[in-house]
């Protein structure tokens, strides 16, 4: 079984910054894609961003020039530094991976719990 664990997130006034922690934790043979998504109240889940294992990133227009997604594949982790914040970033931002736990076997996709950041203006 694979878990995700998530720290950060917050209250932070419009303008602020806050920093998103990610660690997958479990019988991992490899992890393709890894990132973070959010869902803001009566909206769809959306990406926000996500690396993936050739090295590429991916971004939401929206955040782009303000956010910046890390990853460290030794420790299986990805941070989410969020800047400039705004209040229609408030939302539920929930961790990802796409992780195979053994060679050649079938890839899962996997959830954290959802870490609250909300933005006042």
């Known amino acids: 079984q694979v878990q995700l664990v998530e720290s950060g997130g917050g209250l932070v006034q419009a303008g602020g910054s806050l920093r998103l922690s990610c660690a997958a934790d479990?019988?991992?043979?490899?992890?393709?894609?890894m990132g973070w998504y959010r869902q803001a109240p009566g909206k769809q889940r959306e990406l926000v961003a996500t690396?993936?294992?050739?090295?590429?990133?991916n971004l939401a227009d929206s955040v782009k020039g303000r956010f910046t997604v890390s990853r460290d594949n030794a420790k299986n982790t990805v941070d989410l530094e969020m800047n400039n914040l705004r209040p229609e970033d408030t939302a539920v931002y929930y961790c990802n991976a796409v992780v195979r736990v053994r060679i050649a076997g079938p890839w899962f996709n996997y959830w954290g719990q959802g870490t609250q950041v909300t933005v006042s203006s």
């Open positions: 690396t993936i294992s050739d090295g590429r990133i």
């Open positions: 479990g019988k991992i043979f490899s992890i393709n894609a």
